[in-house]
Structures are given as C-alpha cells and as structure tokens.
C-alpha cells in the first residue's frame, strides 16, 4: 500500500504572443499556458502522476488555485484504492456538492478536477508500465462503462447499450491495434493557418504542410470576409485541389452571419467550419449546420461536458466532433463523449494544439479507434507544431500521422527544466 | 474626477450545515458563502460599491481568487468614466480573450466579472442616492439596451427588438412605479421545505408560511419518493388546497425518471417542477416540459448564462424562468435574459436565498416589473428567511410581498461586523 504524500502545482506560461502563434478572431495573443499538477505518492517507485490544464495566459493562477483547493481531497489517501476505481474517483470529485456549484460541471472547477483525474490516470498508466491508449484499450467492456458516469445520458445512451458496442468491438481490438502501431493515427496540421501571418507566411506555411504529408488544413477566419477570401485563395493555390481545407471562426458568428459568410467561402471547397458560433449553442449550431449544408459543422473544443456533446448529437448540430484533452473533467468525461459519438455514428477530430494537447489526445483517438468506434475514417487529430520540445514524451508526427506511442503514462509531463523555466511569477 | 484605489476581497463562510438550512436532493449540507467584493475611490464621498458571488462551501476561495484576478484591471481607473458606460465595462471583462478561455462566458471566471459588474452597479446607484431598481428604471430605452450584448441573440431578439418592447413600456412606468410602492412585489417561500428537516418542522413552517400571508411555497424533493409523498401530503393538509405549492428537484433527474417521479406528484396539485435535470440539458428539459404537462418546468439558478436561457425559450423548456443574482456576469447579463422573456412572454420567478440573493434580486424584479415586462402576473421572488440580519439593507417581506427597498445601493453591501466575524481562515 502507498499514499500520496503531495499534490505541487505550478503556473507556467509561454510567450507565445510575441510571434502571434495562436492568432485567430477572438483571440489575438494568447499566451499559451498551462496550470500544473503533479501527484507524487510514497511508493519507492518515483513515479508521479502529471496533469495539466490549457489556458491562453492571464486567469492561469485562478485555474492553478482551482487545482490547488482540491489538494486536500487526495493527500493521505491510499494510491492503490483509487486506480483501481477511477470512475469512483471521478464521481467523488465531480459529485462534490459543496464544489458543484462553481460550476456545476463546467468552466475552472470542471477542468480543475480534469487536471487531478488526468494526473491520476498518468500514474496509472505509469505504474502498469502503458501508454495510456493501450491501457484503455485492454480494459474489459464492463471496466470502460464502469469509468462512465451515465447520469444525463440516458435519454439518449445507457450503459447497457454502451456495454453492447464496446463488447461488439472486441473482437477486432488486436486487429487494429496493429493497424495502428504499422500506419499510425491521422492527422491534420493548423500550423499555416494562424490569422496574424503575412500572406507570404500563410503561403510558404501551406506548402510546406502538404510537402510534410498533411492531406488536411486548417484556417483561421471570421476576422474580415476579403482578408478570408484572400487567404483562402492563397491557401488553395498553394496546396493545390486535392488537399482539404476546414475553417475556424473560434465563436465569432450570430446564427445569419455564419450563414452568410459561409457562402463566401463555400467555393473555395471547405472541409469543415468550425466553432461558428458560441459553444453552449446547440439549437444556433443546428440552424447554422442546416444553412451551410452540405458543409460539416465542427464544434466541442470549449463543450463545457459530456451534457452539451450529448444535445449537439441529438439536434444533429454538428457533424464533426472535437473533444479536447482538458476541457472536461478528464479522461472519464472523454470516454462517455466518444461512447456518445459511437452511438451516433458522428466521426471524431480531436481539437489540440496549445500546451500538450496534442500530446495528450491522441490517446483518446487512439484507444477510441481500437476499442470504441473501430475505424479512422473521415478522423483526424488536429496538429500545430508548437511546443512539443518541451514534453518528456513529444508527439511523432510525419507523412501526416501521429505515431502511436509506446512510452508509459498520459503524454502530459513536462521536462522540469521547462517547468522551472517558464513558471509565472506575476 | 475620481480613480478607483482598492479591491478587496474577502471569503465569507456561514456554517449552516449545521441546521441543514438549505439542505436538498443534490446538496445535503451547504455552508452558506460569498466570494465578496469592495471597490473603493479616492472620492471625498466614502462611498464604496460591494458585491459578491454566493457559493455553498468549498471552493468559495477560488471564487474569491477568480474575482481577485480582475483587480489590476480596475485599479487606477476613471470611476466616472466606468459608470458612465455600463455596457462597456461588461464587454471588456467578458471579453477579455484570455480570461474568456477559462469558461466561455460560465463558471467561475464569469461569476466573479458578475461581482465585480454589480460592485460597479452598487458604487453607480449609491453615487446617484438611488436603490439599484430605481436607477434601472428610470434609465431611456436607449440606455439599457446599451447594456445589452446582444452578440449570440440576434436569432431570438435583436438590439431594435428590445428598443420597441423598451419604448412600448415606457408610458406606464410612473404608474406601475406607484403600485409597486403601494403593493409591494408577489414573494413565495421556500423556509419550510429543506429536505434535512423533520416531518413536524415541515408541518409547522408551512403552517405560518400561510400565517404570514404566502400563496405559494416550495418543497425540495428528489431525494426518495415515499418521503417526498408523505411531505407533500403533510404540507398539503398544513397549507390546505388554495395555497400552491412548487416542488425544487435540484438537477437530480434523468429525463425518464422526472416525468416517471412527476406523475406521483401530481396529485398533489404542483404549481411548478423546479430543476428537475442538469441545468444546461435544453433538450431534456424540453423533453420533460411535455412529459409532465400541464405541470410548468421552473429552471435557471444554475444557467450559465444569456445562451442557455435563450435555447430554453426557444425550445419551450421551461415556462418558469429563475434568474439569480450571482450566477450570471451581473446586472447587465439579467437584464439581457429579462428581455428575452418579455420577448417570450414568459414569466420571471428569480431564484433566491443563499447569502444576499434576496437582497440583490428584487431589484431586477422590480425594475422588470416597471420598465420591461410591465407585469406581475404569475411572477413571484423566492424567499428564505436566512442570514439577512448580516445585510446593511435586508429585505423587507411581509403579507407575502417584498417591499420596495428605498435605500441607494444594489442591496449586496453585508455589514462590516459581519464579514469580519465569518471570514474564513481555513
């Protein structure tokens, strides 16, 4: 038996404003951030348990805090007990009522409690010496839906259905996980796409995604409709018309706008539109999907939880779905949203990017593709080539895939000269 | 001219677990709290404007950070020059692209702009010598839908919208000013219904909830439905057939089970089912909304914000809409979602109690009543009879109304004796 005996979090942030990486119409200058949490335990095996929370700069200290205050829960507890019930774990900290009511179940405290489930499922995945995919991928059906909490689901997912799917997937689990281990996981790169680069930039950047094997990019828009046509043009020209492009407007439309804007940029032959509106808008991303048919509305890189993926599904708002790694409450809440987006046959592309998300969902995509949904298609994770030097355990991605990885743990922990480096002091 | 000096927070903790004093299905033992905030000048007039976010315990001092963070940005400032437009201190904090990622627009980041929006708004009415209701309406059409943000409600209401509803309103003022002088407005009571307390406390509260001249109370349930049914009979014999009574599930429900639970309710003559899902659970709602016509769905002391109650009303998921004073970006934000439902036409009921909430949210009741709905019709305030004494201007409720408030301020200021004797020191 080990306890844990601390539970230090820190409150880093890179400068990315300086160059304007991240740029997009409602965020100018970002700088990319990250409130920390590492776990350690007095086990004689040195291993801690890392998490994090993606922000874009100033309010991290308040997310770090939110971290912070639920340190009391989780010292003195025995190690053992709480990985082998993580959907207990979860529950215990979601189903705080004194906590709930921050939220309930959304913005800082939600991801605040991401950030400790996370680091507890890096532990996990540490100590059963797996990359957290495979960890995930060789649990039992019965322990997948056990990790799930299906209160607010039931209308549209139980978990005997869920039980169902993911039994019907087993068999071909060994299959796949060697498909994926030879071919590696789809990809789609944001890097040329930033709204703040010159032309000349966006140009040089388009090439150089399609010279890496990138067969999808993404662009900023919703700033100015001639800049968007501009750049679109320069964008098509540069990687030619079999590369697909998608569209991020980051929240910047009312309903009419996002439909009338789109039909500008609708020749340029778009892949997806993404975040057209404001992210708790179920009904106005239903209205804008049905005025940009047959263009694929994307969304859920600000869904505040498992209850607004579940309403997008059900009003047929999206079509595209985009989970992120430290949005919701961690991996459980993961996990009930791919169950959700199985069930309706909606394909998932995990928005990453920021601070170690690449680094952190492509376990979700991958264990998703051996043990859930079962296929790629029409899937890709988002790619921005940022930061990844400064994680112990960086992305591989070339020819457009992400390598799965085999290294142990949930690809959040960070190099603790970087952590030392770029942690905030006011 | 004068400049803002201070902002100063204080975590204030009252320990009414131990009385079960607000105890329900979801919350069994609630400290009463405020995350409060005190804005003071280098003006010659001592006035200071206080406002607060009401929590229920742990986590009350990430609240408190979360406000504590938007104190540079105030520091230093032209008062005058904030005062002077209300709708432009509410974009800037809720726009700020940074502190936006930490919900959007929900949670605890948006909570704690609503402290700092309704401090400014306590300082402006005070500066004016006028109680917050009072100032509202006597404000031009003009004025208060330059509060508004109207950016993701355009395909609801539009600016020009609100402006007609605003002007149409405008010749009866004087007069609806004078009855609510005379009358007071409509409250209900909640104080008998806590589900910690015994079947003869029950029994006697409701006995002088009539004595003091309600017509409705409220009753939590969800918790068992054998007790809830001996309750609800209980309270039906103490308050006998013409008193109505609501009933509060506090999120407690999937949809199934509240229409299932619902139809043993019924005969006990419902006057509204309160919350009986996850707050931000649109469709679900919707869906029990038919399931238990003609029973009315009461909801929104947990809606994140102008979005959700927008989609509510747009999908007639509920016909009871429950403002509360903390749980939006302020005053600004309620007056957004008050037009929303004059545009709707559907009744406000706020939600209140905790610390302060009846203090605050009479002043949007009255101030609807006056210059937005013009009605009073089926709208009532919540009432607990909690922790006012701590107030510099508690509610004054008698013969089932509460009585217009006459002093300036938005009725958050708390006594200094107060805060100090219940600051919470960990």
Redesign the interface.
Known sequence: MSTIISVDTSDIRFPTSQQLDGSDA??????YSAAYVRIATDADDDLEGHGLVF?????N???T??IR?LAPRLIGRDVEELLADMGGVWREFVW?????????????????IGAVVNALWDLKAKRAELPLWRLLAQMTPEEIVDLVDF?????ALTRDEALEMLRAAQPGRADREAQLLANGYPAYTTTPGWLGYSDEKLDRLCREAVADGFTQIKLKVGGDLDDDIRRLKIARDAVGPDIRIAVDAN?RW???DAIEWMAHLAPFDIAWIEEP????????HA?IARGVAPIPVATGE?G??R??F??ML??EALSVLQIDATRVAGINENIAILLLAAKFGVRVCPHAGGVGLCEAVQHLSMFDFVAVSGTVEGRMIEYVNHLHEHFVIPTEVSNGVYHAPSAPGNGMEMHAASRAEYEFRG
Chains 1, 2 share one sequence.
């Open positions: 409602m965020n100018p200058d970002p700088d922000t874009i700069g100033r309010g200290d308040v997310q805090a939110a205050a705080d009522s004194q906590l709930r009511w921050l939220g309930p179940e959304k913005g800082v405290m939600h991801m605040a209160r607010y689901l039931s209308d929240q009312d309903v009419a509106t404001s992210p708790d808008d179920v009904l106005a209205a600000h505040g939880g209850v607004m579940k309403q059900q009003a």
